[in-house]
């Protein structure tokens, strides 16, 4: 799938955005009947989608601001390291390090979303939303990136004025 195809499906997410707060009530639901009517099963369902409330609360303010910088970001032009650590007892584990024209480097965790990226350095296009200081989506050659959790900003070494 194109980069294209993939920011027209990324958008398309976001008539999903009430899901975190669905999940947020579901999970009160569930408990409030399962105390009213004393069947512990529906705890245990409160419990389940408790945590599934809580990772979406996580992930879901980094899907929306890679939907808005697909509308109104600011672009600049940037390099992408991709780093894919492969474990056959567990899911592959991919880890972009980006660095953009003001030299500002950050690494996060990232989920491919229908493309396959292979390690290796590419050019990418950084997209920043108002009032987050990461890069909030990527746009490479074969396919966008945007963080799964919130980035690590990578400290460059200080010049050395003994020169």
């Not at 009947?33 to 992930?59: C, D, I, N, P, T």
Request: proline content about 6%; hydrophobic content about 45%.
């Amino acid at each position: 799938m194109s980069p294209d195809e993939q920011i027209k499906r990324l958008q398309k997410l976001a008539r999903f955005s009430w899901i975190p707060s669905g999940l947020v009530v579901l999970t009160l639901a569930f408990l409030v009947f399962g105390y009213q009517s004393g069947y512990e099963a529906l705890f245990v369902l409160g419990a389940f989608v408790g945590f599934a409330a809580v990772a979406s609360r996580k992930v879901a303010p980094h899907w929306r601001n890679a939907i808005q910088a697909t509308r109104a970001g600011t672009r600049l032009k940037g390099v992408v390291t991709i780093l894919i650590t492969r474990d056959p007892t567990s899911f592959d584990d991919y880890v972009a390090t980006v660095e953009d024209e003001s030299k500002n480097t950050w690494r996060f965790q990232f989920s491919p979303h229908y493309w396959e990226p292979t390690e290796g350095t590419y050019s990418a296009e950084t997209y920043y939303v108002q009032g987050v200081e990461w890069p909030v989506l990527l746009l490479t050659e074969g396919g966008i990136v945007f963080p799964a959790f919130i980035p690590q900003k990578i400290a460059k070494p200080a010049e050395s004025s003994l020169r």
